[in-house]
């Protein structure tokens, strides 16, 4: 079971790594939200903006994968969401079970990599899909995450995610 932590880790890294190589600082203090996307979340009670927003679709295996995810000063949040065929409005939910192909990850990760958090066995996440184009997707999100240890492969200091909004643009 502890070999399946690993292997979330290593995605978590890749997904984190693209969205920090992918963003860069906007000098315009008042962007429009319209043009650039928006995340936002409460984490533990706390709401967070995620910034510089990004957003990308590829093909693995036989499944689609949507990943989205923004940064604020001290994280970066991510959702990768799997489909099979195009991503459609509507909402997907599901209970993460360990040492099984999931269709929805939820990750939040400390900018100097100090502290990950992820999806635990038994851990429900929904993502709502309100909105879908060529180029843009809205929606909403909920989950829970808890720290993981790399080192010792635990679990701990469980986060409620509630009243996730996003608007992302595809690259």
Known sequence: MKKTYPKLFALLLLSITTLFN???????????????????ATVNGTLIKYTAPQALQTVVGTRILTSFGGNNQNQTLSI???????LTTGVYSETFTLGKENNIQLLLVNK????STSLFSGSKVTVTITSVTDTSI?????????????TTGEM??????TDGTFHVFLK
């Open 156 to 161: 701990t200091n469980k986060k409620t995610v």
């Open 112 to 115: 100097d990599f100090s502290t």
């Open 138 to 150: 809205k929606g909403t999100f909920t989950g829970e995450v808890k720290d993981y240890n790399s």
């Open 80 to 86: 990768n969401l799997y489909t099979v065929g195009k």
């Open 22 to 40: 992918a963003c860069k600082k906007d000098d315009n203090e008042n962007p429009d939200i319209a043009s650039i996307g928006e995340i936002t």
